[in-house]
């Protein structure tokens, strides 16, 4: 039996379809392992009901939730106040409630962050010259989160070479980006953005499970640069094997799924958990 209290924090996870979401196993493994008073639950929210439902948390006091596809741009619009991420995404993964306000936030940029600190302490971001493959919503929270660790230069590589320059546009008007130069490479041109990276991600869904595979040649990149997938099913994708083989440092996206969802978790049950093996297991496990 699950034990509540008058004080039991509650959030949850919604999407539409939401049985695939890890995000129920990682919170409640946290939520066991550090006894905390809690409950994280699932919701499968049709887009007509999102409004209702985030009122509804609201009004019943859930601490917050977080928000899958198709609901994070939606979310967007309807939370109260937004972070300076969320802005820059467009999109909205985590929020956060207090006194019936919706708080957005977009975690994935940080999480991307702090996966890269745990395993690479060493790698500082400051001067590196970074290149990011994809432009959709993933890589425009880890984008706003790199230049925020004052990377030296930022490179988008993406399908849509339109895309691409909404992005640039947006990340202008956001203030304290104004300066930032933001380099935009046709998909046809990207070996030239190779030869001086320090560090690639990708950020596309190229590679994952049910996917087309991510066609890029990295043969030309330099032996210490660190090559990151923000996909972790597969763990190791072709990106990342080909990389490891070719003497790369290699980054995989389950850090990232941990930490993304760690701020919602420190936020709603005022604990800071760590990440160990158990959980990492837990989340691979099919
Ligand atoms: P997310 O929120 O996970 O970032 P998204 O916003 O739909 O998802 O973005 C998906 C990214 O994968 C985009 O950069 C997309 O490129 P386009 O902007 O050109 O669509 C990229 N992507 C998806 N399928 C792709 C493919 N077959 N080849 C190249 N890029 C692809």
């Given amino acids: 039996m699950i034990p509540i209290s008058d004080q039991t924090k509650n959030a949850a996870v919604i999407g539409d379809p939401i049985s695939h979401s890890l995000s129920p196993r990682l919170h ?4 066991n392992k550090y006894k905390v008073d809690g409950l994280y639950l699932a919701f499968k929210v049709a887009p007509e009901n999102l409004n209702l439902c985030l009122k509804s948390f609201a009004k019943i006091g859930l601490r917050g939730c977080n928000v899958t596809i198709p609901h994070k741009e939606a979310a967007f619009k309807l939370c109260h106040h937004l972070s300076s991420t969320a802005l820059a995404t467009k999109a909205v993964n985590t929020i956060i409630i207090k006194e019936e306000q919706l708080y957005g936030d977009n975690s994935d940029g940080a999480g991307f962050i702090e996966n890269l600190k745990e395993n690479y302490p060493q790698f500082n971001l400051t001067a590196k010259k970074v290149v990011v493959i994809g432009a959709g919503g993933a890589s425009r929270a880890i984008c706003f989160a790199l230049i925020g660790q004052k990377i030296q230069s930022l490179t988008i590589v ?6 691409s320059q909404i992005l640039v546009e947006d990340f ?13 490479c046709d998909w046809p041109n990207y070996q030239s953005t190779l030869d001086d990276c320090d560090l690639l991600i990708n950020t596309t869904s190229l590679g994952m499970k049910n996917m087309p595979e991510m066609t890029i040649d990295i043969s030309n990149l330099k032996k210490s640069a660190l090559v990151a997938d923000i996909i972790y ?43 160990d093996q158990k959980l990492i297991n837990l989340l691979l496990d099919d």
Avoid at 177 to 184: A, G
């Fill in 28 to 31: 409640n493994y946290l939520i």
């Fill in 158 to 163: 993406n399908r849509s070479l339109q895309r």
């Fill in 172 to 184: 202008q008007k956001i203030s304290g980006l104004e300066n930032f130069q933001i380099n935009i």
């Fill in 233 to 275: 099913k597969p763990l190791i994708t072709d990106l990342l094997k080909i990389a490891k083989q070719n003497g790369h440092p290699i980054l995989t996206g389950i850090g990232m799924l941990i930490h993304q969802a760690l701020i919602g978790f420190e936020a709603w049950f005022e604990t800071k958990p760590q990440v």
